[in-house]
C-alpha cells in the first residue's frame, strides 16, 4: 500500500515563494515517476508538475514553467515542488500523486497517477 503525505503548505503573500513536500512510504520509490497537481476552489483538479523517477526529466503545466520547480530525493522517498513567485491564481490545495511501479516517465495525465496524498493548502494573498 503506497501512502503519500504532502507538508509545507500556508498562507503567503504574492511574490513569496513555498517549498511542498511529499513523503511516500510503503514500496520502493526510486521507479516510479510522481506528480503534482491542484485544485482550487469551485474547479477541477488540475495538473502543475511531473517528475520521472530518476528524477532527470521533468514537465511543467505553462503558467508555472520558470517559476516552479520539481524535485526528488530518492534517498529520503520524497518529492518536493518549490514555488517561487507566487500569485493569487496559485491558490489551491495542492496533491501529489504516485504512478504505477515500475511507471517511471512523466505524464500530464491524471488518470494514470492511481495513489495520491490528501494535499496541502497554499494561499496567496494578493
Known amino acids: 500500500q503506497v501512502q503519500l503525505v504532502e507538508s509545507g503548505g500556508g498562507l503567503v503573500q504574492a511574490g513569496d515563494s513555498l517549498r511542498l513536500s511529499c513523503a511516500a512510504s510503503?514500496?520502493?520509490?526510486?521507479?516510479?515517476?510522481m506528480g503534482w497537481f491542484r485544485q482550487a476552489a469551485g474547479k477541477e483538479r488540475e495538473f502543475v508538475a511531473a517528475?520521472?523517477?530518476?528524477?532527470?526529466?521533468?514537465h511543467y503545466k505553462d503558467s508555472v514553467k520558470g517559476r516552479f520547480t520539481v524535485s526528488r530525493d530518492n534517498a529520503k522517498n520524497t518529492v518536493y515542488l518549490q514555488m517561487n513567485s507566487l500569485k493569487p491564481e496559485d491558490t489551491a490545495v495542492y496533491h501529489c500523486?504516485?504512478?504505477?511501479?515500475?511507471?517511471?516517465?512523466?505524464?500530464?495525465?491524471?488518470?494514470?497517477?492511481?495513489?495520491w496524498g490528501q494535499g496541502t493548502q497554499v494561499t496567496v494573498s494578493s
Open positions: 500523486a504516485a504512478r504505477r511501479y515500475f511507471q517511471a516517465t512523466v505524464t500530464s495525465t491524471e488518470s494514470l497517477y492511481p495513489y
Open positions: 517528475i520521472s523517477g530518476s528524477g532527470g526529466t521533468t
Open positions: 510503503g514500496r520502493t520509490f526510486t521507479s516510479t515517476a
